[in-house]
């Protein structure tokens, strides 16, 4: 079998094609890729691979330089989102291989982050220079808040109950109109982030809200008329992921963080989804707790990375630079 791919497809082309793909998130769309470039300084270059017995994938993707510029390396899967090979039905692993195998006569630095949606790994296997790297999402079953309470840990429904005797106010609103109320929050509950990796600047959720359209939706909870805390929804397909949670500082984190999470819940079940996704937690065991007293459960992915010789040079000489830099440091603190 044979592969070819068409390089660089118009937006609509990649949007008509998601929407034939039961397993895509929004995450896989022009709007959540754009934003991204715009904001980090990213070019699109999204493709579709066919194959010789007419079968195709799409593989959203954009490029980025590294060791300053001196590469040019092909990601699919930007701004912590899912990527991966997009497919009408699943592929027999042979294809994907086969796939990869020609994406990366065009771009020898690849870098795929795996849709843990999918109902098998849409991303290469070790083997053709791929390094792998186990990870996860934390995702939930939708249902009635009823029956969703039935699977919350004796605690989490404890701060439910207490979110209703204090009287939270929730708002669930188109996400276009709200950017300036939305950042207000945003920006004042980033100050308390244990890690500030992945705090994004105002010129991204510009760019997010309008290219994200009916797809985007923010959940306000509000004390005394004034928003507190806000979740922005993106729903596509059957899933609808939890892109940005910030709860100002000062405010009963349990209660109203409960308020805001069981909002974006009812929302997306009410939209007809079937999955919320939480995201992943990295090594916060606070905030996978927080994820798990929902109901939630981890859903596998990879990363996997291929490095051309010219990555694989820079990446030894970065490596003996950084060990030199230590030796001297050392030496300078023992003399």
Same mark, same amino acid.
């Given at each position: 079998? +044979?592969?070819?791919?068409?390089?660089? /497809?118009?937006?609509?082309?990649?949007?008509? %094609?998601?929407?034939?793909?039961?397993?895509?998130?929004?995450?896989?769309?022009?709007?959540?890729?754009?934003?991204? @470039?715009?904001?980090?300084?990213?070019?699109?270059?999204?493709?579709?691979?066919?194959?010789?017995?007419?079968?195709?994938?799409?593989?959203?993707?954009?490029?980025?330089?590294?060791?300053?510029?001196?590469?040019?390396?092909?990601?699919?899967?930007?701004?912590?989102?899912?990527?991966?090979?997009?497919?009408?039905?699943?592929?027999?692993?042979?294809?994907?291989?086969?796939? =990869?195998?020609?994406?990366?006569?065009?771009?020898?630095?690849? %870098?795929?982050?795996?849709?843990?949606?999918?109902?098998?790994?849409?991303?290469?296997?070790?083997?053709?220079? =791929?390094?792998?790297?186990?990870?996860?999402?934390?995702?939930?079953?939708?249902?009635?808040?009823?029956?969703?309470?039935?699977?919350?840990?004796?605690?989490?429904?404890?701060?439910?109950?207490?979110?209703?005797?204090?009287?939270?106010? /929730?708002?669930?609103?188109?996400?276009?109109?709200?950017?300036?109320?939305?950042?207000?929050?945003?920006?004042?509950?980033?100050?308390?982030?244990?890690?500030?990796?992945?705090?994004?600047? +105002?010129?991204? =959720?510009?760019?997010?809200?309008?290219?994200?359209?009916?797809?985007?939706?923010?959940?306000?909870?509000?004390?005394?008329?004034?928003?507190?805390? *806000? +979740?922005?929804? *993106?729903?596509?397909?059957?899933?609808? /992921?939890?892109? &940005?949670?910030?709860?100002?500082?000062?405010?009963?984190?349990?209660?109203?963080?409960?308020?805001?999470?069981?909002? $974006?819940? $009812?929302?997306?079940?009410?939209?007809?989804? +079937?999955?919320?996704?939480?995201?992943?937690?990295?090594?916060? @065991?606070?905030?996978?707790? =927080?994820?798990?007293?929902?109901?939630?459960?981890?859903?596998?992915?990879?990363?996997?990375?291929?490095?051309? &010789?010219?990555?694989?040079?820079?990446?030894?000489?970065?490596?003996? *630079?950084?060990?030199? @830099?230590?030796? /001297?440091?050392?030496?300078?603190?023992?003399?």
């Amino acid at each position: 079998m +044979r592969a070819s791919v068409r390089w660089n /497809i118009p937006e609509t082309d990649w949007e008509a %094609f998601l929407s034939a793909c039961p397993r895509a998130t929004f995450y896989h769309t022009p709007a959540w890729y754009r934003a991204n @470039a715009e904001t980090y300084g990213l070019e699109l270059a999204s493709a579709v691979i066919q194959l010789s017995n007419g079968e195709e994938a799409l593989l959203p993707m954009a490029i980025r330089g590294k060791y300053r510029g001196l590469i040019r390396e092909a990601v699919a899967g930007v701004g912590g989102g899912y990527g991966g090979l997009v497919t009408p039905k699943p592929w027999p692993m042979d294809w994907v291989q086969l796939a =990869f195998r020609e994406v990366a006569t065009r771009y020898s630095e690849l %870098f795929v982050y795996s849709n843990p949606f999918e109902h098998y790994f849409n991303a290469p296997l070790p083997g053709f220079g =791929f390094r792998m790297t186990e990870t996860s999402t934390q995702a939930l079953a939708l249902a009635d808040l009823d029956l969703l309470r039935e699977r919350y840990s004796r605690s989490r429904r404890k701060q439910c109950r207490k979110a209703m005797a204090e009287g939270y106010q /929730i708002q669930v609103l188109p996400a276009r109109d709200e950017l300036d109320r939305f950042y207000q929050v945003y920006e004042e509950a980033v100050v308390g982030w244990v890690s500030q990796r992945w705090v994004r600047p +105002r010129l991204f =959720f510009e760019r997010l809200l309008a290219y994200g359209g009916d797809h985007l939706k923010i959940c306000f909870v509000l004390h005394e008329g004034q928003p507190i805390g *806000a +979740r922005l929804i *993106a729903s596509y397909g059957t899933v609808g /992921i939890g892109v &940005i949670y910030a709860l100002k500082r000062g405010h009963d984190q349990g209660s109203a963080s409960s308020a805001l999470t069981e909002s $974006a819940l $009812a929302h997306c079940y009410k939209e007809g989804l +079937r999955f919320y996704d939480f995201g992943a937690s990295g090594s916060l @065991a606070g905030i996978r707790y =927080f994820k798990e007293s929902f109901g939630a459960v981890p859903l596998p992915g990879v990363l996997a990375q291929r490095q051309g &010789i010219a990555g694989r040079v820079l990446g030894h000489a970065r490596s003996a *630079a950084l060990w030199g @830099a230590r030796l /001297i440091h050392h030496a300078d603190g023992t003399g």
